[in-house]
């Protein structure tokens, strides 16, 4: 089942526009940084982060991406996510904040 999803999220996010992916990741990236950088703890944390993804991140994709990999195996996470993101963009694509978070 794992693996399945995880081919899935590769692929769908692979298929789509650069442009929409690059603010999309960028902006999953932002959020992560100013909620690692914040004083908050626990769930007001993911509120924080889940609250705003919905809200700023205007790139669908982006978001099915963020929603899908908290279906993984939490070690598991980042990296896929950080493969997906690589896979729109086209390029490297790396964010500490989001690698410490996502757990």
């Known amino acids: 089942m794992v693996k399945n999803l995880y081919f899935l999220i590769v692929l769908l ?3 789509h526009a ?3 992916e690059d603010t999309g990741f960028n902006e999953i990236c932002r ?3 100013e909620a690692q950088n914040s ?3 626990g769930q007001q944390l993911s ?3 889940f609250d705003n993804v919905e809200q700023r991140v205007i790139s669908k994709d ?3 991406a963020h929603d899908a990999i908290f279906q993984l195996d939490p070690t598991k996470r980042y990296e896929i996510f950080k493969q997906s993101a ?3 963009l086209r390029h490297l694509w790396n964010c500490p904040a989001a690698k410490n978070l996502m757990h």
Do not use: G, H, K, N
């Open 13 to 15: 996010f692979s298929l």
């Open 39 to 41: 004083s908050m703890l």
């Open 62 to 64: 982006a978001r099915d």
């Open 18 to 20: 650069v442009a929409a």
């Open 47 to 49: 509120t924080y982060i």
């Open 86 to 88: 690589e896979l729109a």
């Open 31 to 33: 959020i992560y940084t």
